[in-house]
């Protein structure tokens, strides 16, 4: 039985949200506003178009398999088309973030995803589905075997190297600010193994952001970051000056999860007190603000971004 439909007002609701997970893919957007709605044709046409594109592929299936009803409806496609891999990939996702909140078991949702990868052997996305579920509830040693089973697909993937950093960075919480962790190594690696022009280049300052959510939590940094040293030394300014040379030299307007690493790099420069540099930043991101990492460690993301912006381009 198909569910029923979406009660009136939800987009209007959707839209007042400063944070939308679609980011600036208007395509993604529609498709999500129809299947919510019940109209997967939408989404199939989407994902039809989207071709082997992973990067863009994995983000547009991850922010529709966020809709309440996305595994209804995905059901419902694969009832019509039986082996389409791109509707069991999106159920597959599906499963994955019903299971990561508590609505689903998580084997039903690692066997979704593992079927989703025998109808698409050369897709990353299940296995990205896979690496999202047990980068919450599995072993160091599933985390680090699904992330290879992504890049042996997609080496440069970048929603797998940003889970990967998260995970890693967790590790050794206790034992405080410490420059030669194991995440700084990860992430130097990977950004040297990338393509010249890759945005895994600023995957350094992902993994320093994200250290410092682990630390501040813990006690070892103060909630601020602004008044923190975890972004005074001499490693973090190297780290920021790179990421922002490789951003002025390399910026790709049309990569899907850009304004994901804008994000972090414009909170890296507000927290080193680089204003100006911050507000180039700003002004490219505009309205398409993330919870990360304006959250951390344990802040309001809306407030600290819109006070971050504020006070960024008010030194311009």
């Known amino acids: 039985m198909s569910p029923p439909p979406p009660p009136l007002g939800r987009g209007r609701r959707r839209a007042a949200q400063a944070f939308d997970e679609a980011l600036d893919d208007a395509a993604l957007v529609d498709a999500r506003a129809a299947l919510a709605q019940g109209r997967w044709q939408t989404a199939r046409s989407l994902l039809v178009h989207t071709g082997d594109d992973w990067d863009r592929r994995g983000h547009r299936i991850t922010v529709l398999a966020r809709e309440p009803y996305c595994a209804a409806w995905a059901k419902e496609w694969l009832i019509a088309e039986p082996e389409s891999a791109d509707a069991a990939v999106l159920l597959a996702l599906a499963e994955v973030r019903r299971a990561l909140r508590g609505k689903q078991k998580p084997p039903r949702a690692r066997e979704a995803c593992h079927r989703a990868a025998r109808l698409a052997p050369a897709d990353p996305t299940p296995w990205l589905g896979l690496l ?74 992902i993994a320093h952001a994200e250290r410092y959510r682990v630390l501040a939590a813990a006690g070892h940094e103060p909630a ?18 790179a990421a922002f040379d490789w951003w002025l030299e390399w910026e790709h307007e049309g990569h899907p999860r850009r304004l994901v690493d804008l994000n972090f790099l414009a909170h890296a420069k507000v927290c080193e007190g680089r204003g100006a540099e911050a507000a180039a930043l700003f ?30 381009l008010g030194t311009v």
């Open 132 to 205: 999202m579920l047990e980068r919450a509830l599995g072993a160091d040693e599933d985390v680090v075997r699904l992330f290879e089973e992504v890049r042996a697909r997609y080496a440069d993937h970048h929603h797998a190297h940003h889970l990967m950093v998260a995970r890693l960075a967790e590790r050794r919480a206790d034992t405080g600010p410490d420059p030669l962790h194991e995440v700084y190594d990860f992430a130097n690696w990977a950004a040297e193994q990338a393509p010249a022009d890759s945005p895994l280049a600023i995957l350094p300052v």
């Open 224 to 241: 601020d970051p602004a008044v923190c040293g975890h972004w005074a030394g001499r490693r973090a300014r190297q780290v920021m000056k």
């Open 283 to 312: 002004h490219r991101i505009g309205d398409h603000s993330t919870p990360a990492p304006w959250s951390y460690p344990d802040r309001d993301p809306h407030a600290a971004f819109r006070a971050a912006r504020a006070a960024a």
